[in-house]
């Protein structure tokens, strides 16, 4: 991840680029920002009631792709992502319909409860500068409590043999939450995960300024 990036996103496309670079097993690595609606860009905001199905209000928190890279080609353009590029965290109901983000928020320590008023808290211990980790054991296999894949994207998962699945999260000084999250060929165990989330510190010091200006997305690219 270079320092003196423009943007947000062009420093978590660097990030994501480190991630599989450095460890071969990393078949796909993605950062996401947790902003509301109303920051996320125009094009991104369309993607977002599309995926919704409705309109939505300001202020809902949007988990927002910004930087993405992988084994294939279309998975290093992050405008390229079909299904991921914005979430709405519409409701606590919405989110346990999507498995992986419903175990990623709460690995995180995310008090979804404040999702049915329109807004997501940092935890404490992230709002102090701690950071979390996010773990799969094993894609695979991993179901949740309503015997659903986590990993639910199965024709990826076979295709990629990918296995342990993690991520970091981290806030920054104003709340607004980072997350990386790297799909892996291995099986990893938690303590090996648990040695990666201060990376995501790295990430936050790179971008905090960038944030604060609101220099988060890189111009859309005219057709």
């Known amino acids: 991840m270079a320092r003196g990036a ?16 450095t460890f071969p097993s990393i078949v796909l690595a993605r950062v996401f920002v947790v902003l509301p609606f109303e920051r996320v860009q125009p094009s991104d905001r369309e993607h977002a009631v599309r995926r919704a199905g409705r309109e939505i209000p300001p202020g809902t928190p949007v988990l927002s792709l910004l930087g993405t890279f992988g084994a294939e080609a279309s998975w290093r353009q992050r405008r390229l992502s079909a299904d991921h590029l914005s979430i709405p965290l519409l409701s606590q109901a ?16 995310m008090d979804l409860a404040g999702l049915d008023d ?12 701690l950071n979390a980790a996010f773990y799969v054991d094993d894609a695979q296999s991993a179901t949740d409590s309503r015997g659903s894949y986590v990993i639910p994207a199965r024709g990826f998962v076979k295709e990629h043999a990918i296995r342990t699945v993690f991520g970091m999260g981290g806030a920054y000084v104003d709340g607004t939450l980072a997350v990386a999250i790297a799909f892996t060929t291995e099986l990893l165990d938690r303590a090996t995960v648990d040695r990666y989330p201060s ?20 111009p859309t690219p005219r057709p």
């Open 118 to 129: 329109g807004r997501l808290t940092a935890s404490r211990k992230m709002l102090g500068g």
């Open 94 to 109: 919405f989110v346990r319909g999507a498995p992986m983000i419903a175990k990623l928020l709460a690995d995180l320590d």
């Open 6 to 21: 423009a943007s947000v996103e062009e420093a978590a496309r660097g990030f994501s680029e480190d991630l599989v670079r």
């Open 199 to 218: 990376l995501i510190a790295n990430l936050k010091m790179a971008t905090a300024e960038l944030l604060r200006q609101g220099r988060i997305y890189e």
